[in-house]
């Protein structure tokens, strides 16, 4: 009977989880169909084709306007790159999307203090310059076209339909049975490729959130010396982050019961 009720838990825990961001899954999904069947691809790459400041600061601003989860901002960062954006400018906006949104902050100020919403919106900018740099340095614009070409060549089985969009203006976009009927096969294409990674996400979250605080607690120094417990914390709570497999906005709740739990 225990083991049922466990089993139960889990997956109602899990259900609660997917319930609280299928919003923005949905939104993500839609804005990635939208991308793949309207925008042209040589306004893209007018717009975010360089890998300059300019263009980081662009796709930063849309990827924090999108409030998309991890999953769907995969799926509009691949359909952006492919259409002509720099490998950059998708990163930063696929960075952007997860680290600096709106209602993230907001939860976050409301679980544990603006002190910590503060950091976040700093880290997320500090993490998108690190990434931008990075890229610089190491990343040569042959191995981005290859990546591009291995990004275009991936879609087989997993097409995006534009064609009736093409030619039309915003307007007779949105009138277009056609054109939504494009956006729709996107999105259904989307969520056939990633449902499986997804729907295994929330179920790993379901289950790991059952375990008591102590578990997680037991894993951090708090009676050493600050310097250490702040090596300590940094190197682990990455670690209890992954192994918990929550999305950005459930990462909130975790992070307030360590806090409280005295990391």
């Avoid at 952006?80 to 720099?86: D, L, N, Q, R, V």
């Avoid at 931008?132 to 339909?161: I, M, Y």
């Avoid at 497999?245 to 459930?250: E, Q």
Wanted: with cysteine; hydrophobic share 55%.
């Amino acid at each position: 009977m225990n083991v049922l009720s466990t089993i139960g838990d889990g997956l109602w825990n899990a259900f609660q989880m997917a319930w609280e961001v299928a919003w923005a899954l949905v939104l993500g999904f839609a804005l990635s169909g939208i991308v793949q069947a309207w925008v042209p691809r040589s306004r893209i790459e007018r717009a975010l084709g360089g890998r300059g400041p300019k263009e980081i600061g662009l796709a930063t601003g849309l990827g924090a306007a999108s409030s998309s989860c991890s999953y769907a901002a995969i799926a509009i960062a691949k359909s952006m790159f492919a259409k002509g954006a720099s490998f950059a400018s998708a990163m930063a906006f696929q960075f952007a999307s997860t680290n600096l949104v709106f209602e993230l902050g907001i939860v976050i100020w409301i679980f544990i203090g603006w002190q910590f919403t503060l950091a976040e919106l700093v880290g997320g900018v500090i993490l998108i310059a690190l990434m931008w740099l990075g890229l610089r340095l190491f990343v040569t614009r042959r191995l981005e076209e290859e990546a591009r070409r291995h990004a275009e060549a991936s879609e087989a089985g997993h097409q995006h339909a534009s064609a009736a969009s093409e030619g039309l203006s915003l307007r007779e976009r949105l009138m277009s049975v056609q054109a939504w009927s494009d956006v729709a096969h996107n999105f259904r294409s989307d969520w056939e490729m990633l449902w499986k990674e997804i729907v295994g996400g929330f179920l790993i979250s379901g289950f790991v959130a059952l375990l008591p605080a102590y578990v997680f607690n037991s894993l951090f120094v708090t009676d050493a010396p600050r310097p250490v417990r702040l090596l300590e914390n940094v190197l682990l709570g990455p670690i209890v982050a992954v192994l918990s497999f929550v999305c950005s906005v459930g990462n909130a709740p975790l992070a307030a019961v360590l806090w409280a739990g005295g990391i």
